[in-house]
């Protein structure tokens, strides 16, 4: 009777064009005042002990690493080097798209910052090299979706919090390897494109000092990522202050190596991370007040025991959990997704037997499909404006690679060792 009820006031509040956050706070709230009769009293303080988490204090210092990253200048000498390293293959820039979006998945950990800040780059050196935009946008998209997997990941933090339980630093390392193999399959696709077309190349034959010299140049770049995941595996400091680290590390280099940084991109930073971290805050508050009810009521308990009668293979549940995100994914956003259903389905998921870390890599890659894909596709979107372009026609191009992501969600469903096998090698 609950579960009904909270769906149909959140349903209609989405329907009549409330905000996803308000829409599900307004939920919980209608049923703790009006169903149950408790004191109001009651939400803030549920609210506070959730925001109150330290680890939140990761998310806005994630963003605006990335924010400054781009800022500071390092990313356009990260595009140089790829360049001249990839710029005289066939389909190379291609190659340096998805690259592009590999490495600064180390850095950013969002799939948005990544399109926002490389995107339209990235799209004009493949449309200069004769691919068609809408192909060079969905690529584009599809490649930025490596942010969330590969570490640091803002989407696995909000997710180990929304689920309980789960260390942060062991979903990174779980995310690792399906990340690589997110990329390596584009860039495979990326393979066989470039055998049917004729794309030309961006550079001349660059000589080895170039190459050298560039390389020096992006080698502040590239210590990043590895000091902040380093630093992690090593228990110098956990994924908070890596973040913390990392927002250091890139305002020095910044003001002291590259010396394009200015004292208002410190500002712009500043207030980009916490406009984008309060929308997420109201996201994860209204979401603590609903899977407190759900607790309090033992709806986890009750659908287990339902999901169990049904099927016992741990395998069956995580498909039937994979497809139904993806089917919800289409018409709403990854992070609601995630607040509403992680502290419901993560429970249920260690009664079936499955590894937290496997569960909930295959929870967010699941959930980010939904950037990608028509309705909703925010990622899509996004792209297709900075491209110029219908969304249907980068929809249509996005296909294959829509297809290659729910290959690897299947593969790390049905081959637990995909994901598990560097976190526990690093003790997690």
């Not at 995107?119 to 004769?130: F, H, N, P, Q, S």
């Not at 942010?147 to 390392?173: D, K, R």
Request: hydrophobic share 60%; glycine share 10%; net charge neutral.
């Amino acid at each position: 009777m609950m579960l009904p009820i909270l769906s149909s006031i959140f349903a209609f509040s989405i329907l009549i064009g409330v905000p996803i956050a308000f829409g599900m706070g307004l939920a919980g709230v209608s049923w703790i005042l009006f169903f149950e009769g408790l004191d109001a009293s009651l939400l803030a303080r549920r609210m506070f002990t959730v925001l109150s988490s330290f680890p939140l204090l990761a998310i806005p210092l994630f963003i605006m690493m990335g924010f400054l990253a781009e800022r500071c200048g390092m990313l356009s000498e990260l595009v140089r080097w790829l360049q001249l390293l990839l710029g005289r293959l066939k389909g190379g820039m291609a190659y340096i798209n998805v690259a592009n979006s590999m490495f600064f998945a180390g850095v950013s950990g969002t799939a948005i910052s990544d399109v926002a800040s490389l995107g339209r780059v990235e799209i004009d050196l493949m449309k200069k090299a004769g691919y068609s935009v809408p192909y060079s946008a969905a690529l584009t998209a599809a490649s930025s979706i490596c942010g969330p997997i590969i570490p640091p990941s803002v989407a696995m933090v909000i997710y180990a919090l929304a689920a309980g339980g789960v260390s942060i630093a062991g979903l990174f390392m779980a995310g690792a390897v399906p990340g690589l193999l997110l990329g390596f399959g584009m860039l495979g696709i990326s393979w066989y494109k470039a055998r049917s077309g004729d794309y030309g190349t961006m550079v001349d034959r660059p000589n080895l000092a170039a190459i050298l010299r560039q390389t020096v140049h992006v080698i502040p770049l590239i210590i990043l990522p590895v000091l902040i995941i380093g630093g992690i595996v090593a228990g110098i400091f956990t994924v908070t202050e890596s973040a913390a680290i990392g927002v250091i590390y890139v305002l020095i280099l910044g003001f002291a190596v590259t010396k394009q940084l200015r004292l208002r991109d410190v500002y712009d930073a500043t207030v980009y991370g916490a406009v984008v971290s309060s929308v997420l805050g109201m996201l994860i508050g209204a979401g603590a007040i609903v899977a407190w009810i759900l607790t309090r009521n033992q709806v986890t308990q009750q659908l287990a025991d339902n999901l169990t009668s049904v099927t016992t293979d741990p395998t069956l549940f995580m498909i039937a959990v994979a497809v139904a995100l993806l089917l919800l994914g289409t018409v709403m956003d990854a992070t609601a997704i995630t607040i509403a259903l992680a502290p419901l389905l993560a429970p249920i998921a260690r009664l079936y037997g499955v590894d937290d870390l496997q569960f909930g890599v295959v929870f967010v890659l699941s959930t980010m499909v939904g950037l990608i894909t028509p309705p909703v596709g925010i990622i899509l979107s996004l792209t297709a404006t900075v491209a110029g372009i219908s969304l249907e026609a980068v929809s249509q191009a996005i296909i294959p690679f829509v297809a290659w992501i729910i290959v690897v969600v299947a593969l790390i469903v049905l081959i637990p060792s995909l994901t598990l096998w560097l976190p526990h090698l690093l003790g997690f």
